[in-house]
Structure formats: structure tokens, C-alpha cells
């Protein structure tokens, strides 16, 4: 069992019975007192997404999770459920849609880099890759002699995902696509 002083950023830890992600850590160490350091963690359930903020003392015990991050690829959905299969040994892991609504809108079945994530062999959620690429299944018609400025226009994919792109793209082509911050990147 590790400290808090040890816990490192993008760590899994269990508190209070659930399994959080830990994003950000912030280090304060008050003046006048005989004690150590606080650590604020923010952290995120890694079922439901909710995020917390904690703060421990440096002496404080925390428990890492049992967490298996392995390769996969989006097979096909029944229903609610989305079916994922492991690049390496073939295992289907069933997630529900609820659980996964957000990463959805960036895989389509060439997605690489999907992992799965399991708590206890059982799959909780998704990891994605910094970068997707997508195509475009609808946006307005490219303007020719656009202005000088650098306009954007929105631009839908085929999983719903919207984001805004230059006037030069148009229906069809196939773009990168920043996860984190749902911006475009450049054509793929």
C-alpha cells in the first residue's frame, strides 16, 4: 500500500469502496504546522465518470486497484450492449451504452488504439487514443475564394460526433480528430 505522497498522476486507486483514476494531483504544504505535506487529488470513477476531490496527508495509506488495461476493437452492438474484442486473445467484453456514451461518438470499427478497461476481470470502461480518425458525413459545401481570415464551419461524423472545420473540408474526406478537446487536427 502506497502513501499519498507516492501516488502518481493517471494512477488507479480505491477509496471508500469505488475505483478512481486520479488526473490531477496538487501539493500545498501549510505553514506553521509540525505535520507534512497535503495532497489534493482529483479523481474520477472509473464506472461512472463523477469526479471528486480528496485531500491527504502525505502519511496517509492509499490503495492501489486492481486495474488491466488490454487491446481491443469495436466488434459490433446488440441493443444497448457494445461488443469489444481483445487484439490478443479473442475475449468479448460487453460494455452498456451508458457507460460509454461519450467514447462512442469517436469509435467506429477501423478505430486502433481502444483499450478496455477491467476492474476485477470485469470491463468498466474505455481508454482511448489522443487522436481518432473519422470521416465526415455531412457538411456545408466548401466555399471557393473564401476570405483571407480562417473560418470554420461544423462538420458531422457518421457516430454523431460534431466538430468545427475549416471551410476547405468537405463531405467525405476523412479528418484527425483531438479526443481530449474534440477539435480538428488536420486531414487523415
Known sequence: MPRASEIKKNSAV????????????????????????????????????????????????????????RPATFSYSDGDEYVFMDSEDFTQYSLNREAIADELLFITEDTQGVMVILVSEAPVSLALPPTVELEIE????????GSATARTKPARMATGLVVQVPEHISTGDRIKVNVEERKFLSRA
Not at 17 to 45: C, H, N, T, W
Not at 138 to 145: H, L, R
Open 14 to 69: 480505491e477509496y471508500e469502496g469505488r475505483v478512481y483514476f486520479v488526473k490531477d494531483i496538487e501539493r500545498s504544504v501549510p505553514q506553521g504546522r509540525a505535520g507534512g505535506s497535503l495532497y489534493r487529488m482529483r479523481m474520477y470513477d472509473v464506472v461512472t465518470g463523477n469526479k471528486i476531490d480528496e485531500t491527504f496527508k502525505d502519511s496517509d495509506m492509499l490503495n492501489l486497484a486492481d486495474l488491466v488495461r
Open 138 to 145: 455531412e457538411t456545408d459545401p466548401s466555399v471557393k475564394g
